[in-house]
């Protein structure tokens, strides 16, 4: 297979600056990408700033022959977000692939979690994603082209202790992405969410030394390819983590179909119900989701 390249292609790397999307940026800018290095620079929790960490990723992509400019503005307003979009259309005259991977983590247990250390991780990860989508789509419709990434974690997909914030943030992304595949479909613009695993500065703290090899340059070929024109999926969900790809999915059971129901029923059928020997894979547009249960209509009616 010829080299998967991004020549004449602008991106926008969201906390680019340290670990995963510093590794993003570096991937995209040594395949001819111009890129957009955005981080504000704080510090884990989200506090402070440092011009550093961005600017560094600037120096090290034009040392190895690369081009990017710095963006140190943050993706948790909306100010932020247009200013971070607006770079790569100043700079470069157009924008292509939006990778949103900026993060922060406040974890707390659900009893002493504050509403402060709640607001401030929604911002950048949720909120934060829609203050980069929201300047970025209509650019990308009118251009007829994008790849947009967005990112998640496993603690969104099933859960963590001590992250309601970091969790519900990383389960909304999975919302936004699944309406901008739906909208950008017959735009061009396609739409999927990396669910990441590496040991950066995010794994502070964590006892890791019984893990295996981790580190974030097995993850960015993943997000490479999401954000290559070739990439062929939209609204999925694709996991990396040391060394292993997989897709993620939301799935139903097919479910039990009766005419009318009693709470009695449920609790008579339930094994069927939750049967998931066969799951539906559901693609993300709705009207299969009503096909597959016309189908299950009629199944029912034939006995
Ligand atoms: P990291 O702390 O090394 O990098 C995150 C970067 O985001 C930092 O450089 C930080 O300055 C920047 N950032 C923070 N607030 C910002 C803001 N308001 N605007 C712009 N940039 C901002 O962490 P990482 O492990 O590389 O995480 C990257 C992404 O991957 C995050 O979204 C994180 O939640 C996600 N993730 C990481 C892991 C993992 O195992 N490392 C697992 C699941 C998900």
Known sequence: MPDLRFDGRVAVVTGAGRGLGREYALLLASRGAKVVVNDPGGALTGEGSDDGPAHDVVR???????????????????????????????????????????????????????????????????????????????LMCDAGYGRIVLTSSIGGLYGNHRVANYGMAKAGIIGLSNVVALEGAAEGVRCNVIVPGALTRMAEGIDTSAYPPMGADLVAPVVGWLAHETCSITGELLVSIAGRVARAFVGETPGVYLPSWTVEDVAGNLAAIRDAAEPWVLPVVPSAHIDHIRTSFAMAAQG
Do not use: W
């Not at 790569?88 to 993060?103: P, S």
């Open 60 to 138: 090290e992509i034009t040392e190895a022959g690369g081009e990017a400019v710095a963006s140190t503005a943050s993706v948790a307003t909306a100010d932020g977000g247009r200013e971070i979009v607006e770079t790569a259309v100043k700079h470069y005259g157009r924008i292509d692939v939006l990778v949103h991977n900026a993060g922060i983590v406040r974890p707390a247990s659900l009893k002493e979690m504050t509403y402060e250390d709640f607001d401030a991780v929604l911002d950048v990860h949720l909120r934060g994603a829609f203050h980069v989508v929201r300047p970025a789509f209509p």
